[in-house]
Each structure stands twice: as structure tokens, then as C-alpha cells.
């Protein structure tokens, strides 16, 4: 520990300081820097290995090791995905350890190493760790070092004799499929494949919506298409089961902008034309148009509850969890079996599965707040009592 709180003084240190008026300075001292932020990534790796193998994270409130590091370090999903990987293989890449603590080889060559042979047995493991540092000794990039990786598992594969052909060629073409991955900016691409009798369904629903609509439509077949799907998904002019949630003012005028369940935001303008051909349902919090105090009449939330508590909750109610609302349950806060949470609106809360579950096996640890919203906060307390780290170091499977 005081090492480390040496190396965050120095760190802080160096933070505040503007870098020096030479490019040249510059590169030679962030060369440096880098070495000795891969060997920090060797002592972090290390101690997340000891924390993922001895389970510590669940008496915490924390499912998996990588949701520790996305919520308490604050990494993004592939990074800390990347890091976990490290951390499990180190004990089988005996090479790449030692070089990685000793500054002599950087963290993304090992964290590729890592990925390569994550799969592979002890014995291909470590012909493959001589091979691919082989590969580092002769300049090849981190992104080569990765293709050959992969090369790698598919020779062990095609000499297994247990080779498998892509996602796509394994579902054949009997059967339709359809696969979607959501942009950045709320979007989506669609990727998939019709068998002939759905294929004709497409083309006899979607083809005479996909006719331009005059001389003036300059929209070519793809973009057309896609409106005549939008179209006949949303059932025409029918009103459609889609959330936004927005202010009275953005309605009427205004310019504040609305969101979908899920956060994404939706530009003033765009929620009023949603709006046009939508029903209106007005988020009411006492007894009203949709019923939504049933009080322990009735242990489950009706489906307009739900739908009120998923405009309140973006995401579970504990602090830091990015599960998503809509894939939550509804919690009764206090309990509905101790009978202290009826079904009533304003005492119920979205939380995903495995911290419900948490919720009521570790209730000490478990501290409940409102926010000026409303919106129940839960924050999960240290463990009451800490056991002391593991003398030995397991290895991970």
C-alpha cells in the first residue's frame, strides 16, 4: 500500500505539471511513461487475477469481476473484458508475465498473447506464447501478432479435426434469421437471411409499399424499403408500443428534448411527429387513468405499472449497474412477503435479477435512498465483515 500511494503522489505529481516546450522531450518522456504504466498493468494485473478467482466481488454486490471493473474503475466493457483475460491467463504465459513486469514487453502485445491462447489447451498454450513472441522480436504490430493468433486456433481446430464453419453457414438456409446491433447514435443494423416462402411474404407485403411514391421521390430502392418496413411494423397509421418520454412543453412547442426507455434522446421535433400518430399516456403517480395502487391485493405489477416504472428507470436501481430497465424486474422495496411493500407505484423499483436476488439474501448491505425524482437509489455497503485475501493463488480455469 505505500508503494501505491507513492505511485499515486508521483502520478498527481506529474499531472499537474505542463509538458515540457520540446516535441522531442515530449516523445523520449512518454516513451518512458508508457513503460511504467505496462508494468503497473502487471501489478494490476496481478491483483485483479487474486480478486477474480477468490469470488470477493460477489460479498460486494457485484456479479462478475468485469462489472467490479466497469463500475468501480470505471473501464469500458472491451477493456475490462480485456484486462480479466490477462488476468487469468498470466498463470500459463510464463514468458509474458515475466517480460510485461520487467517493462520489456508492452501491455497490448501481452493482453494479445492473452486473447490468442485463452482457448487453447496447456500444451498448445505455450508453443503458441514462443511463437507469437517471436513475432513481437520481429517488429510485427499488436494487430499482426492478433491475425496470427487466430491463425493459430484455427490450425489446432482444422488438426482436431473440430473445425467450425461461420456463425452464418452453421444456421443452413432452411430456416430465416434475422440479427441487429445497435449504433452508437441509437441506430440499428440489420443483418440476415430469408428462406423462399419468407422471402415471398417480403416481396408480396413489402414490394408494393416500395414503389416510389411519385416523380418527385428521389429516394433509391434500399431507402424505400426500409420505410416500407418501418410502415408496415409500426401497422400504418395504428398507434405503436413505443416509449418517449418528454416534457408537456416539448409537445406544444418547446425544444427540450425527449428520450426512449433506454436514455437514448430524441430531438424535440422528432418527438412530436412520434407523438402525431401515438397515443398520449400521461405518467401518473396516484390513483388515476391506469391503476397503479393495488396494495397487496395483487403481488405482481400490472403491465401499466411496469410501463411507468420503466420511464423512471433507465437502468436497475442500484448505483452503477447498466442493465438496462426494460430487462429488469420489479422490485416491491421493502418486500412484498413481509408485508411491508404493497404493489403500489410509488413502492416499487426496477432491479435486475442477480441484484434483486442479492437484495433480499444480504439486506444489511443494502441501503435505500430517494432522489429528488423520486426514483429509489440503491446503494450497496461494504461487506459487514472482510475475510482476509487467500494465502494460495488458485488458478482460474
Same mark, same amino acid.
Given at each position: 500500500?505505500?508503494?501505491?500511494?507513492?505511485?499515486?503522489?508521483?502520478?498527481?505529481?506529474?499531472?499537474?505539471?505542463?509538458?515540457?516546450?520540446?516535441?522531442?522531450?515530449?516523445?523520449?518522456?512518454?516513451?518512458?511513461?508508457?513503460?511504467?504504466?505496462?508494468?503497473?498493468?502487471?501489478?494490476?494485473?496481478?491483483?485483479?487475477?487474486?480478486?477474480?478467482?477468490?469470488? /470477493?466481488?460477489?460479498?460486494?454486490?457485484?456479479?462478475?469481476?468485469?462489472?467490479?471493473?466497469?463500475?468501480?474503475?470505471?473501464?469500458?466493457?472491451?477493456?475490462?473484458? /480485456?484486462?480479466?483475460?490477462?488476468?487469468?491467463?498470466?498463470?500459463?504465459?510464463?514468458?509474458?508475465?515475466?517480460?510485461?513486469?520487467?517493462?520489456?514487453?508492452?501491455?497490448?502485445?501481452?493482453?494479445?498473447?492473452?486473447?490468442?491462447?485463452?482457448?487453447?489447451?496447456?500444451?498448445?498454450?505455450?508453443?503458441?506464447?514462443?511463437?507469437?513472441?517471436?513475432?513481437?522480436?520481429?517488429?510485427?504490430?499488436?494487430?499482426?501478432?492478433?491475425?496470427?493468433?487466430?491463425?493459430?486456433?484455427?490450425?489446432?481446430?482444422?488438426?482436431?479435426?473440430?473445425?467450425?464453419?461461420?456463425?452464418?453457414? +452453421?444456421?443452413?438456409?432452411?430456416?430465416?434469421?434475422?440479427?441487429?446491433?445497435?449504433?452508437?447514435?441509437?441506430?440499428?443494423?440489420?443483418?440476415?437471411?430469408?428462406?423462399?416462402?419468407?422471402?415471398?411474404?417480403?416481396?408480396?407485403?413489402?414490394?408494393?409499399?416500395?414503389?416510389?411514391?411519385?416523380?418527385?421521390?428521389?429516394?433509391?430502392?434500399?431507402?424505400?424499403?426500409?420505410?416500407?418496413?418501418?410502415?408496415?411494423?409500426?401497422?400504418?397509421?395504428?398507434?405503436?408500443?413505443?416509449?418517449?418520454?418528454?416534457?408537456?412543453?416539448?409537445?406544444?412547442?418547446?425544444?427540450?428534448?425527449?428520450?426512449?426507455?433506454?436514455?437514448?434522446?430524441?430531438?424535440?421535433?422528432?418527438?412530436?411527429? *412520434?407523438?402525431?400518430?401515438?397515443?398520449?399516456?400521461?405518467?401518473?403517480?396516484?390513483?388515476?387513468?391506469?391503476?397503479?395502487?393495488?396494495?397487496?391485493?395483487?403481488?405482481?405489477?400490472?403491465?401499466? +405499472?411496469?410501463?411507468?416504472?420503466?420511464?423512471?428507470?433507465?437502468?436497475?436501481?442500484?448505483?452503477?449497474?447498466?442493465?438496462?430497465?426494460?430487462?429488469? /424486474?420489479?422490485?416491491?422495496?421493502?418486500?412484498?412477503?413481509?408485508?411491508?411493500?404493497?404493489?403500489?407505484?410509488?413502492?416499487?423499483?426496477?432491479?435486475?435479477?442477480?441484484?434483486?436476488?442479492?437484495?433480499?439474501?444480504?439486506? /444489511?448491505?443494502?441501503?435505500?435512498?430517494?432522489?429528488?425524482?423520486?426514483?429509489?437509489?440503491?446503494? *450497496?455497503?461494504?461487506?459487514?465483515?472482510?475475510?482476509?485475501?487467500?494465502?494460495?493463488?488458485?488458478?482460474?480455469?
Amino acid at each position: 500500500m505505500e508503494l501505491v500511494d507513492a505511485l499515486l503522489a508521483i502520478a498527481g505529481e506529474l499531472a499537474d505539471r505542463d509538458a515540457p516546450d520540446s516535441p522531442a522531450a515530449c516523445m523520449q518522456l512518454a516513451e518512458s511513461l508508457a513503460k511504467a504504466v505496462d508494468q503497473q498493468e502487471s501489478a494490476l494485473a496481478d491483483l485483479i487475477g487474486r480478486v477474480d478467482v477468490s469470488g /470477493e466481488t460477489r460479498r460486494w454486490g457485484l456479479p462478475s469481476t468485469q462489472a467490479w471493473l466497469r463500475s468501480r474503475l470505471g473501464m469500458r466493457e472491451s477493456r475490462a473484458r /480485456e484486462r480479466v483475460t490477462l488476468a487469468r491467463q498470466r498463470h500459463r504465459l510464463p514468458q509474458v508475465t515475466k517480460l510485461l513486469a520487467a517493462g520489456e514487453l508492452t501491455y497490448g502485445y501481452a493482453s494479445t498473447v492473452a486473447e490468442s491462447v485463452a482457448r487453447l489447451d496447456d500444451v498448445d498454450c505455450a508453443k503458441a506464447e514462443t511463437l507469437l513472441l517471436e513475432m513481437v522480436d520481429q517488429g510485427f504490430s499488436a494487430g499482426k501478432v492478433a491475425s496470427f493468433g487466430r491463425r493459430i486456433r484455427d490450425v489446432i481446430a482444422e488438426r482436431e479435426g473440430t473445425e467450425t464453419p461461420d456463425d452464418d453457414a +452453421q444456421r443452413g438456409y432452411e430456416q430465416s434469421w434475422i440479427t441487429t446491433t445497435r449504433s452508437l447514435d441509437g441506430g440499428r443494423y440489420v443483418k440476415g437471411w430469408l428462406n423462399a416462402e419468407d422471402a415471398a411474404i417480403w416481396d408480396g407485403t413489402l414490394a408494393p409499399l416500395a414503389k416510389p411514391a411519385g416523380p418527385d421521390d428521389q429516394r433509391d430502392l434500399p431507402e424505400r424499403t426500409a420505410a416500407a418496413l418501418t410502415s408496415v411494423l409500426s401497422g400504418g397509421q395504428k398507434a405503436t408500443k413505443v416509449t418517449v418520454i418528454c416534457d408537456l412543453d416539448t409537445l406544444t412547442g418547446g425544444d427540450t428534448p425527449g428520450r426512449l426507455t433506454d436514455g437514448t434522446p430524441i430531438p424535440a421535433e422528432q418527438a412530436r411527429r *412520434i407523438a402525431l400518430s401515438a397515443g398520449v399516456s400521461p405518467l401518473i403517480l396516484g390513483r388515476g387513468h391506469v391503476p397503479l395502487y393495488l396494495g397487496h391485493r395483487q403481488r405482481f405489477a400490472t403491465a401499466g +405499472q411496469r410501463q411507468t416504472l420503466e420511464t423512471l428507470y433507465p437502468t436497475c436501481a442500484v448505483q452503477g449497474c447498466e442493465v438496462p430497465g426494460i430487462l429488469c /424486474e420489479v422490485d416491491h422495496v421493502n418486500g412484498w412477503t413481509l408485508g411491508r411493500s404493497p404493489t403500489d407505484i410509488d413502492q416499487l423499483a426496477l432491479c435486475c435479477g442477480w441484484h434483486n436476488r442479492f437484495k433480499h439474501a444480504n439486506a /444489511e448491505q443494502m441501503r435505500i435512498t430517494r432522489d429528488s425524482t423520486g426514483r429509489y437509489v440503491y446503494r *450497496i455497503l461494504p461487506p459487514p465483515t472482510r475475510t482476509a485475501p487467500p494465502t494460495d493463488y488458485p488458478q482460474a480455469a
